[in-house]
């Protein structure tokens, strides 16, 4: 059985796993308290940015189902001999 959903579930993963990873290596990194709260900010606002791109991207493709959907289902009820 094929996964329909697309790619979506393992992009949202990898994402989340490369965040806890640089997280990760920030907290153990030989850096200030400062510098590796600023660099923690710097990816937290990459991170959020990169959502909000995923995300936009997903609607986009959802409604672009929708439309399509729609559309066949119009195309369908027309051909019907009444």
Excluded: C, N, W
């Excluded at 990898?14 to 510098?35: N, R, S």
């Excluded at 660099?39 to 940015?49: D, I, P």
């Excluded at 791109?53 to 399509?68: G, N, P």
């Amino acid at each position: 059985m094929s996964d329909e959903r697309g790619g979506g579930g393992f992009v949202v993963a990898f994402t989340l796993g490369a965040l806890v990873g640089a997280v990760i290596a920030l907290l153990f990194a030989p850096a200030t308290g400062e510098e590796a709260r600023e660099a923690l900010g710097e990816k937290a606002k990459e991170g959020a940015q990169k959502t909000r791109e995923f995300l936009k991207q997903q609607r986009e493709t959802l409604a672009s189902a929708v439309e399509r959907g729609r559309e066949a289902y119009h195309a369908a009820r027309d051909k019907e001999p009444v």
